[in-house]
């Protein structure tokens, strides 16, 4: 099976700018989760959808937002994009009938900005 | 809110050298996962320990979960350069009813031949 995809892998934008970034979960995978890895803080989790409906939420302002399509593909937002945003942004699936929640990821999107 | 704590943060040795990796908290988690990533690329699941006190073997690579399932270590044996990398603990709060894994910050492995 392929695996899980990101789009775009990097992308620079500018304070106040917003950006959509996307993520194909490996086939089969009904679950995806987004989360933010910067030196700092680490992995932090985002968020997670399951059949299109926002399933869990981590401590992330409204600015970060996401959805997911019914195909299970999935894209998050962020808009009015501040400098501490830059992160890697990754996305993972996961096969949620094991009832282990075992995340399997994309590369990321290395978001900078400016 | 569930911490996990890593240690140590970097660890830099010799080929061949053997190495242990801690994760700890002071909450339950009803299973917890390793994961190592290397640069570019998004973490790689090596392993779930879902049982209190159990350990699993994958190689050179042996992982305990604490009998309370608090605190899980990873031991290497003779590591070589190829496990370089940074390897992350996360785990499953009980609680939790989707996919929320709480990671530890991990630990950057550096192995020199």
């Known amino acids: 099976k392929a695996g899980v995809t990101q789009t775009p892998r990097y992308l620079i934008k500018t304070r106040g700018q917003q950006v959509t970034l996307s993520c194909s979960p490996i086939?089969?995978?009904?679950?995806v989760s987004w989360y933010q890895q910067t030196p700092g803080q680490g992995l932090q989790f985002l968020f997670e959808?399951?059949?299109?409906?926002?399933?869990n939420k981590g401590n992330f302002p409204g600015r970060f937002s996401g959805r997911q399509f019914s195909n299970s593909r999935s894209e998050m937002n962020v808009s009015t994009l501040e400098l501490g945003d830059s992160a890697l942004y990754l996305c993972?699936?996961?096969?949620?009938?094991?009832?282990?929640?075992?995340?399997?990821f994309g590369p990321g999107t290395r978001l900078t900005v400016t | 809110t569930q911490l996990l704590e890593q240690s140590p943060q970097f660890l830099s040795i010799q080929e061949g050298e053997n190495l242990t990796v801690y994760c700890n908290s002071s909450?339950?988690?009803?299973?917890l996962q390793w994961y190592r990533q290397e640069p570019g690329e998004g973490p790689v699941l090596l392993v779930t320990?879902?049982?209190?006190?159990e350990v699993k073997k994958l190689k050179r690579l042996t992982f305990q979960f604490g009998d309370a399932r608090k605190d899980s270590s990873l031991h290497i044996t003779a590591a070589q350069p190829g496990d370089t990398g940074l390897y992350l603990c996360?785990?499953?709060?009980?609680?939790?009813?989707?996919?929320?894994?709480?990671f530890g910050e991990g630990t950057q492995l550096t192995v020199n031949p």
């Open positions: 909450s339950v988690f009803s299973s």
């Open positions: 996360a785990g499953l709060g009980r609680e939790t009813s989707g996919s929320r894994l709480t």
């Open positions: 086939s089969g995978h009904r679950s």
């Open positions: 993972a699936s996961s096969p949620t009938s094991l009832g282990s929640y075992e995340q399997y």
């Open positions: 959808y399951f059949s299109e409906t926002q399933r």
């Open positions: 320990v879902v049982t209190g006190g």
